[in-house]
């Protein structure tokens, strides 16, 4: 496995909320951040899906 970071950002008053997901399940959240990194360390295959940043 193979590691992998993904990362967003956001900018706004008041500052976001910034949730990342993969599919519907919520897997890092963060209030009031300007930027919010999801690092993934082994991926393995079930590891596989759609992952999405909100703010």
Same mark, same amino acid.
């Given at each position: !496995?193979? =590691? %992998?970071?993904?990362?967003?950002? $956001?900018?706004?008053?008041?500052?976001?909320? *910034?949730?990342?997901? #993969? !599919?519907? =399940? %919520?897997?890092?959240?963060?209030? $009031?951040?300007?930027?919010?990194?999801?690092? *993934?360390?082994?991926? #393995?295959?079930?590891?596989?899906?759609?992952?999405?940043?909100?703010?």
């Amino acid at each position: !496995g193979s =590691q %992998v970071e993904l990362g967003c950002s $956001a900018e706004g008053r008041p500052p976001p909320l *910034l949730t990342w997901f #993969r !599919g519907p =399940q %919520v897997l890092r959240e963060e209030p $009031a951040a300007a930027a919010l990194r999801l690092h *993934l360390a082994q991926v #393995r295959p079930q590891d596989s899906g759609t992952y999405t940043c909100v703010a």
